[in-house]
């Protein structure tokens, strides 16, 4: 019985072929573009959800007032912060920092040409903090000594030509002097909010001047940073902590508290349009638009809707000429439930 279901089905599609291919033709293309639209929401959707303790990793972001009474946010913090912030509050589990020192000129050994890159520098722990596919390295060490670097995959094939580069070196000419690759990255994801061609190692920097600037940064906006909480802890009572420590070390009279506000990292990418250098410099990428997802998923539920409703009205029009065929397999013996499955086999 289920053999001549299909066998009746199947002839019924040959012999009504305009109808055959406005139905299959519809669905298919229906089908296709519910799916790529699904794939960029869901793309969208899960934007730096790929590290492990994603649900608990947060931004520091500070609100400041300035003297017309304005409130800029920006996506960066003073040095001493984060440096103290997790021997005094015991919520925080772990903390890094990004910052960039601007555009140099880099070369390798084996050509005279370079190309000019952000230069960034992080923390000893960053991809400790960050789960970041590592091809070569320990991600443990790879930044922990000084003239020590990081790069993508990408930039290693562009210097060398090859993955296989730790051990080899790049003169960074800003600071004339070669530093190692210790580590290689997987090209950064396509939904991660971070994204750099070379990193080194905040030990490199061992000058006096910044030593001492560092050693009493309160006030400064340099560092992109970004704390890791026990899933006990209140943000916002940690963030009021912060504030508070803050003010206690900063020798502003007449000028407004600071406001800290600590952003969740899944939240970055579509509610940082009013957050200044969220998008400003290259390795902070910019934010994305929840009015898109909302639009995107409107429009893909219609265009899957849409192949159903043609499909409804054909099989309507057709309805008249299937009459005969519905008399004729009743009075055949075929009951309602077999007459319903042979038009859903269709």
């Not at 809707?305 to 054909?314: A, D, F, H, Q, T």
Request: aromatic share 12%.
């Amino acid at each position: 019985m289920l053999r001549n279901y299909f066998k009746i089905a199947l002839r019924n599609l040959l012999k009504y072929r305009a109808y055959s291919i406005i139905n299959i033709f519809g669905l298919m293309m229906g089908i296709a573009c519910f799916l790529v639209i699904a794939l960029y929401i869901f793309d969208e959707l899960t934007f730096d959800s790929f590290h492990q303790n994603a649900d608990h990793m947060y931004r520091v972001v500070e609100q400041k007032t300035s003297e017309t009474g304005k409130q800029p946010k920006v996506a960066a913090v003073a040095y001493q912060l984060a440096e103290q912030a997790p021997a005094r509050f015991p919520g925080i589990v772990k903390k890094t920092r990004l910052a960039i020192r601007g555009r140099v000129l880099v070369k390798s050994k084996l050509a005279s040409k370079g190309f000019q890159e952000e230069n960034w520098i992080a923390d000893p722990n960053f991809l400790d903090v960050f789960d970041f596919k590592m091809i070569a390295g320990d991600r443990k060490t790879a930044l922990v000594e000084p003239r020590s670097l990081v790069i993508t995959e990408e930039t290693a094939i562009k210097y060398f030509g090859t993955t296989d580069v730790v051990g080899r070196t790049l003169s960074i000419v800003q600071d004339t002097n070669y530093f190692t690759v210790k580590g290689v990255l997987e090209n950064f994801p396509a939904n991660s909010h971070i994204g750099f061609n070379m990193m080194v190692s905040a030990s490199s920097l061992s000058g006096q001047g910044y030593r001492n600037f560092i050693n009493n940064d309160w006030t400064s906006n340099a560092f992109f940073t970004f704390v890791q909480l026990d899933h006990k802890t209140d943000s916002k009572k940690l963030a009021r902590q912060m504030e508070q420590l803050l003010a206690s070390n900063r020798n502003t009279p007449g000028v407004p508290a600071s406001k800290i506000i600590l952003q969740p990292l899944k939240k970055i990418h579509f509610h940082s349009a009013d957050i200044e250098a969220s998008s400003a410099r290259s390795g902070i990428r910019a934010g994305g638009n929840i009015m898109y997802i909302y639009v995107f998923s409107i429009v893909a539920i219609f265009v899957l809707l849409i192949p159903s409703i043609n499909y409804i009205n054909v099989t309507t029009a057709r309805f008249s000429n299937r009459a005969k065929e519905i008399g004729v397999r009743k009075v055949a013996g075929a009951d309602r439930k077999a007459i319903i499955f042979q038009f859903l086999s269709e």
